[in-house]
């Protein structure tokens, strides 16, 4: 029985996987430029087809991009589009859910009120968890919200969502010292909120007023426009972000170069109807850029 079933389970993460690479495979060739792009400012130049030897570290940021930018961003849109499929069963058979929920519904029902601007709770104490790491020790090292999802943690992680949406305390959950699962489950409750945080509708407003017109004061005009919850949300993960990974970072500009590309696609995206969400990547790196470093600003 067991090992059937995680054959299934493989098998339906295999078949997912090809669907996604089917249905978004033009993203790779995006991806390739949007790296070239990067480099290119870099002044590095990389052969790709014949596979040139690089040094280390442009190596990494290649490696980067691709797992990371694509592989995630790919699971992403895949999960977003599940989550969207399953999201109205899954409210009526958990209604105390926090994952794959729209934030009105969370705030409605913790605050009774779905214009309420409040983080939800399973969120505030995730991320408090990691704030009292870096009250006791300084840092938190960048790979835990960017690193690329292995099966196993995957599953794990899955299991642990259940247990959340079908009301398990966090607390019996002893998540305290798990530092690292902690900030996975803050990923993946970025990545299966639907329609993004700031969501799909604004994204194009977003997009033009970072990066075309009159960059955070513009945005703060959009953010203006979001649902409360949505706001509440976005100002407290980007504040927590720049706190407790970007100023405690050694090297504060790669820190938030990598949030970028590991976060960006999952607050800032097209619809998952969209086919150019895979191929907007470079504009999602710059607009997160700016909104990481002016959140207090745009979202205050």
């Not at 009120?113 to 870096?134: C, F, N, S, W, Y």
């Amino acid at each position: 029985g067991g090992e059937e079933s995680q054959e299934r389970s493989k098998r339906k993460v295999s078949e997912a996987m090809k669907e996604a690479k089917n249905k978004f495979g033009s993203w790779w060739s995006s991806a390739k430029a949007s790296a070239g792009e990067m480099l290119k400012a870099d002044k590095i130049s990389i052969d790709y087809e014949q596979g040139k030897e690089v040094s280390r570290d442009v190596v990494s940021k290649v490696g980067q991009i691709f797992s990371v930018a694509g592989q995630e961003l790919m699971a992403t849109a895949s999960d977003v589009a599940a989550s969207a499929r399953t999201m109205n069963s899954k409210i009526l058979l958990r209604p105390q859910a926090s994952f794959g929920v729209p934030l009105e519904l969370i705030a409605k029902r913790e605050c009774e009120d779905e214009d309420a601007e409040m983080v939800p709770t399973v969120l505030e104490r995730l991320i408090d968890t990691l704030e009292q790491h870096v009250a006791e020790n300084g840092s938190l090292p960048v790979e835990l919200l960017a690193h690329p999802f292995k099966q196993e943690e995957r599953e794990r992680l899955d299991f642990l969502k259940d247990a959340i949406d079908a009301g398990e305390p966090l607390e019996s959950l002893e998540l305290s010292g798990e530092i690292s699962t902690a900030a996975s489950l803050i990923r993946l409750f970025l990545m299966d909120l639907p329609g993004s945080l700031l969501t799909s509708e604004l994204y194009p407003d977003f997009s033009s007023a970072l990066l075309k017109e009159g960059g955070p004061s513009a945005a703060s005009d959009v953010a203006d426009m979001l649902p409360p919850p949505n706001r509440a949300v976005a100002r407290r993960v980007f504040s927590f972000l720049q706190k407790s990974f970007v100023l405690s970072s050694p090297d504060p500009a790669k820190a938030s170069e990598r949030l970028a590309l590991a976060l960006g696609p999952l607050v800032l995206r097209r619809s998952d109807k969209d086919k150019e969400v895979m191929e907007d990547l470079q504009d999602i790196r710059r607009s997160f850029l700016l909104l990481l470093a002016h959140s207090d600003f745009i979202f205050g």
